[in-house]
């Protein structure tokens, strides 16, 4: 009797199934890891000591103190999670968030252009993940909700699961209804010229820690950067706060009748993770609604240009408000830095 390729595939899917399933046993995995360490440093060390009994030009070489191999054991860097493409079942983020996957979900496009699929929660906070084709985010699915009369889009601080894709890490879901015990997920891939690929998801369940960690120190912002044509445009002002204490910064900057450029950006585990507001003089810039962008870096540096409308001319100043948010109750217990940084444009 023929098998078809969906055959073999639903043949597969069955028999990974229990493998996807299987927690990741990260506590043997680092113990077994550091011994596998010691003993490594150990032959080093006496290896180190055999040749030490070697005269070289007159000098006796010392073999490795205890102190030196415990300093070198210390040295170790930390055994850190695998990445969540491969959508494990549990997984912890550096700030102590623990990830428990409850469900997921194959999305076989050409053939599919849409799976749904019921998820039994808890009231946890949830979030998406998916093991992206290697040519993603082209075309990226998008991820709805079912309410009793209405469909609506799941994810937050933005609708996409790009993020998913280019910083290897879970995309939030909106809030669902209190009470909400199960709920019915759809992922839906768009129209595209790009020939679809399969896509796997995994639904989780996240818990904060429950000691908040001290935020790493911010990320100072350049002094300076080039724009597109080559321009040059110049820091003017800056001020960065700690979150969840402080959830928003405010410049006064002189105005130069110029574009003033902004440049605004979250660390630690809030970067990409927080809707972000911006006012100018007062007035919400409604345009710029957005998502607290992640860091700038030496290859990418984000950043508006405010544009001269409802500016004061010269002599005058610019107020620019930057306010960060979540719908998300546990990001009060996930530490992060908010920085504003205020540039001059050149013309």
Same mark, same amino acid.
């Given at each position: 009797?023929?098998?078809?390729?969906?055959?073999?595939?639903?043949?597969?899917?069955?028999?990974?199934?229990?493998?996807?399933?299987?927690?990741?046993?990260?506590?043997?995995?680092?113990?077994?890891?550091?011994?596998? +360490? +010691?003993?490594?440093?150990?032959?080093?060390?006496?290896?180190?000591?055999?040749?030490?009994?070697?005269?070289?030009?007159?000098?006796?070489?010392? !073999?490795?103190?205890?102190?030196?191999?415990?300093?070198?054991?210390?040295?170790?860097?930390?055994?850190?999670?695998?990445?969540?493409?491969?959508?494990?079942?549990?997984?912890?983020?550096?700030?102590?968030?623990? #990830?428990?996957?409850? *469900?997921?979900?194959?999305?076989?496009?050409?053939?599919?252009?849409?799976?749904?699929?019921?998820?039994?929660?808890?009231?946890?906070?949830?979030?998406?993940?998916?093991?992206?084709?290697?040519?993603?985010?082209?075309?990226?699915?998008?991820?709805?909700?079912?309410?009793?009369?209405?469909?609506?889009?799941?994810?937050?601080?933005? !609708?996409?699961?790009?993020?998913?894709?280019?910083?290897?890490?879970?995309?939030?879901?909106?809030?669902?209804?209190?009470?909400?015990?199960?709920?019915?997920?759809?992922?839906?891939? !768009?129209?595209?010229?790009?020939?679809?690929? *399969?896509?796997?998801?995994?639904?989780?369940?996240?818990?904060?820690?429950?000691?908040?960690?001290? /935020?790493?120190?911010?990320?100072?912002?350049?002094?300076?950067?080039?724009?597109?044509?080559?321009?040059?445009?110049?820091?003017?002002?800056?001020?960065?706060?700690?979150?969840?204490?402080?959830?928003?910064?405010?410049?006064?900057? /002189?105005?130069?009748?110029? *574009?003033?450029?902004?440049?605004?950006?979250?660390?630690?585990?809030?970067?990409?993770?927080?809707?972000?507001?911006?006012?100018?003089?007062?007035?919400?810039?409604?345009?710029?609604?957005?998502?607290?962008?992640?860091? /700038?870096?030496?290859?990418?540096?984000?950043?508006?240009?405010?544009?001269?409308?409802?500016?004061?001319? !010269?002599?005058?100043?610019?107020?620019?408000?930057?306010?960060?948010?979540?719908?998300? /109750?546990?990001?009060?217990?996930?530490?992060?830095?908010?920085?504003? *940084?205020? #540039?001059?444009?050149?013309?």
């Amino acid at each position: 009797m023929p098998v078809s390729r969906q055959d073999l595939h639903d043949l597969l899917e069955e028999r990974s199934r229990p493998a996807l399933e299987r927690p990741v046993p990260w506590d043997r995995l680092r113990t077994r890891t550091r011994a596998a +360490r +010691r003993r490594r440093l150990v032959a080093v060390a006496v290896a180190g000591a055999a040749a030490a009994s070697v005269v070289v030009a007159g000098m006796l070489v010392a !073999p490795w103190s205890p102190a030196q191999v415990a300093q070198l054991r210390e040295a170790d860097p930390p055994i850190t999670a695998v990445s969540p493409h491969l959508l494990p079942a549990s997984f912890e983020e550096p700030d102590g968030t623990v #990830y428990h996957r409850i *469900a997921t979900a194959t999305l076989d496009a050409p053939k599919r252009s849409e799976v749904t699929f019921e998820v039994k929660v808890s009231g946890k906070p949830l979030a998406i993940m998916a093991s992206c084709p290697s040519r993603a985010p082209g075309a990226v699915p998008h991820v709805t909700v079912e309410k009793p009369v209405e469909r609506w889009a799941a994810l937050t601080p933005v !609708p996409g699961l790009s993020a998913a894709c280019t910083s290897n890490r879970p995309v939030d879901v909106i809030p669902l209804p209190a009470g909400t015990r199960q709920a019915t997920f759809s992922i839906t891939m !768009p129209k595209s010229r790009e020939q679809p690929k *399969a896509w796997r998801f995994g639904v989780y369940e996240w818990t904060p820690p429950s000691t908040m960690k001290t /935020p790493a120190p911010p990320v100072a912002p350049p002094k300076a950067f080039g724009g597109p044509s080559g321009d040059e445009y110049r820091l003017v002002a800056t001020r960065s706060v700690t979150w969840p204490a402080s959830r928003e910064v405010t410049l006064t900057v /002189p105005a130069t009748g110029r *574009a003033p450029v902004l440049m605004v950006y979250c660390g630690d585990g809030i970067a990409r993770r927080l809707s972000e507001e911006i006012f100018v003089n007062g007035r919400l810039e409604k345009e710029l609604r957005g998502d607290c962008a992640a860091p /700038p870096t030496t290859h990418s540096q984000g950043y508006t240009v405010l544009g001269r409308k409802n500016l004061p001319g !010269p002599g005058g100043t610019t107020t620019i408000k930057v306010r960060v948010s979540s719908p998300i /109750p546990e990001y009060e217990r996930r530490p992060g830095t908010l920085t504003v *940084a205020v #540039y001059d444009s050149p013309r």
